[in-house]
């Protein structure tokens, strides 16, 4: 990933959003330009969010893809490949999201690291974050990162699927194949 050079606002950042066709992730400052999907990763945002579709039978929870932005006390707006909120505080602005229950993004080789650490890190502040989800584009693989509140403070268990599995997304009571979610992907 590479950042647009200078040190923006978030005020400034949302002003380039709004005056440009491509998208940028803002954090701490940084403006990075978003670089565009492969077919797999197209096709499995595409499935999952199909499943969220069919899932979600009424308006309690909402869900969105890679078109919204979330946000968290500006220090970054990202662009998830897909994400679920269920906090009525989220109806009140169309663009930016603040209160995710589940967040997914589908890894891609330019930005794999980030999204398994600086990203995960930053989406840990989210205090409504409930799951993390990472889902692989060459291989059937499923990493699911779940909140669990203990004595001792917040910590995050892993769980992973690969072939054969079913997928439990635990924060929505969501279960699923595997096979479903890489249902028409060229692995």
């Known amino acids: 990933m590479v950042a647009i050079p200078g040190g923006f606002t978030p005020e400034e950042y949302l002003a380039i959003e709004r005056e440009t066709p491509i998208r940028h992730e803002y954090r701490h ?6 670089a565009g999907g492969s077919g797999n990763h197209s096709r499995i945002a595409i499935n ?7 899932h979600f039978t009424d308006d309690t929870c909402q869900f969105f893809s890679g078109d919204v932005k979330l946000n968290y006390a500006d220090r970054f707006f990202y662009y998830p490949d897909a994400f679920v ?3 009525r505080r989220d109806r009140t602005d169309p663009y930016i999201k603040r209160y995710p229950k589940l967040i997914a993004e589908v890894l891609s080789p330019s930005t794999e690291d980030f999204d398994r650490t600086t990203k995960f890190e ?4 989210l205090d409504s974050l409930e799951e993390y989800v990472l889902l692989s584009q060459d291989t ?6 779940r909140r669990v509140e203990t004595a001792d403070g917040t910590t995050w268990e892993s769980v992973t699927y690969t072939a ?9 009571d969501l279960e699923m194949a595997i096979a479903d979610l890489y249902r028409g992907v060229d692995l």
Not at 48 to 54: C, E, S
Not at 122 to 125: A, G, S, T, V
């Open 85 to 87: 909120t269920c906090d």
């Open 29 to 34: 400052g940084l403006v990075y330009a978003m």
């Open 48 to 54: 999952l969010l199909t499943a969220f579709n069919l």
């Open 140 to 145: 059937m693989r499923v990493e699911c990162f």
């Open 164 to 172: 054969g599995d079913r997928v439990l997304l635990k924060s929505i």
């Open 122 to 125: 930053d989406y840990q502040q």
